[in-house]
């Protein structure tokens, strides 16, 4: 053995550390000439982890691409592959439709960190090549991934210093979805274990389902079951909702509205076309549909009818030291107390002082000093569906109502949108 083929076998064998980024478009060379560049590595999942088993090789224009079997790999090397083959006519080929390319497979796609239950984007991919074998151990979502991508690899030791940037995820948790959501669609082929997620709260599944492509969120969505599915579609979006419903045979549909409130009910089917609520407002129990239907005409009053007029408001200039010193005769006969409104001469919201703000506020500051300018807000168009929305997802005792000029019509108290419950239709 020369000392060059030594070396190349001591190349091969050696444990070492390899990332996808840094070896795909290697130059793959056969007798000293370059043949092609490497496009995916092909894996096969035999044990936990992963085995490298074939490289996938692209071709200058005209020429077929070539599939090398890993034990032809003669060297990895930095900048090149050394392979050993006697021709090339007998590895020319493309992949098989059930081949699972690793690039293909999951780099730039999301994947489910079971652990955090959580949905990161795959930015690279960690390799070990041991005992003459090279293995997929780990994805990597954080910022060293990201750079070496952009060959900047140099930096990562400066970035991997953080330990905020441990974004590696362990291969164990990437597992393969349903064979009919195709990688080489764009889609993400992984695997939600079925008692994984039946150990997610509804709420991080929803918001993992929110993050998902189309296809895997209804993969995802369908292997829950019903009572899960169920608590989980009510925490989600209402575009969401609509997508996965619409994905859905009534007879799964029904099913997941039959075991909520007929208020969770209504919430739902007020997210989806009219002509899909209603079949399956047909299939369901009739004293249930009635009490859904009722709910889903009273979501749709407009808020405008609930607003009050009698509310704290002042011009911007206002001293703070004036609401302040007299603020039991503002407040008196208010319905809203519990927020000041500033406005300009002609009505216009110009922003929100919260009472707890104005309490602790210098006596010589202008409410403008101290208000808030990014106002939450609702229309006179908005209906009572948009208003609890709003209620539940900023936490606000009360919300301005304002036209399509912003002016100030008035408010909504919490108490009498999130009061309206719908107990009653139970």
């Excluded at 020429?63 to 020319?92: F, K, V």
């Excluded at 579609?233 to 007929?262: C, G, W, Y």
């Excluded at 002082?353 to 210098?362: C, G, N, P, R």
């Excluded at 409410?367 to 936490?395: C, H, P, Q």
């Amino acid at each position: 053995m020369t000392k060059n083929e030594t070396a190349a076998g001591a190349a091969k064998t050696a444990d070492r550390e390899i990332f996808l980024s840094e070896i795909l478009s290697l130059p793959v060379m056969l007798k000293g000439k370059k043949i092609g560049a490497l496009s995916d590595l092909i894996i096969v999942e035999t044990t936990l982890i992963p085995e490298v088993k074939s490289l996938y090789v692209k071709r200058s224009f005209g020429y077929p691409s070539l599939i090398i079997p890993w034990e032809n790999i003669q060297e990895l090397a930095e900048h090149r592959i050394d392979i050993d083959i006697p021709g090339l006519e007998a590895y020319e080929g493309t992949p098989p439709e059930d081949a699972l390319l690793l690039k293909d497979y999951v780099m730039d796609k999301k994947v489910l960190d079971l652990e955090e239950s959580e949905v990161e984007v795959v930015y690279d991919i960690r390799l070990v090549l041991r005992n003459k074998k090279l293995y997929v151990t780990d994805v990597d979502t954080g910022k060293s991934a990201r750079l070496r991508r952009f060959g900047l690899g140099r930096l990562t030791k400066i970035v991997s210093s953080d330990a905020k940037d441990d974004q590696m995820i362990s291969w164990t948790y990437i597992q393969p979805l349903p064979t009919n959501i195709g990688s080489f669609k764009g889609d993400v082929k992984l695997k939600v274990l079925k008692e994984n997620l039946a150990e997610i709260h509804p709420v991080d599944l929803a918001d993992i389902l929110e993050e998902l492509d189309h296809d895997q969120r209804v993969a995802v969505f369908t292997s829950l079951e019903n009572e899960h599915a169920s608590d989980t579609l009510e925490e989600i979006e209402p575009n969401v909702q609509r997508d996965i419903i619409a994905s859905l045979d009534i007879a799964k549909v029904v099913p997941l509205i039959t075991t909520m409130t007929s208020g969770q009910a209504a919430d739902v089917l007020s997210a989806i076309p009219h002509s899909q609520a209603e079949d399956i407002l047909e299939a369901i129990s009739p004293e249930m549909a009635k009490k859904v239907r009722a709910i889903m005409e009273r979501q749709e009053e407009k808020v405008i009818h609930y607003t009050t007029q009698k509310i704290l408001k002042f011009l911007p200039e206002t001293l703070v030291e004036y609401v302040q010193n007299d603020y039991p005769n503002h407040a008196r006969g208010k319905d809203v107390i519990m927020y000041i409104y500033v406005v300009d001469k002609s009505e216009h919201l110009l922003g929100v002082v919260d009472l707890k703000e104005l309490l602790i506020a210098d006596d010589k500051s202008s409410l403008a000093a101290i208000m808030a300018e990014n106002v939450i807000t609702l229309n006179t168009d908005s209906t009572l569906k948009d208003a609890s929305r709003e209620f539940e997802r900023y936490g606000f005792r009360a919300l301005p109502v304002t036209d399509d000029e912003n002016r100030l019509v008035g408010a909504i108290p919490y108490r009498d949108v999130m009061d309206l419950t719908h107990h009653f239709l139970e």
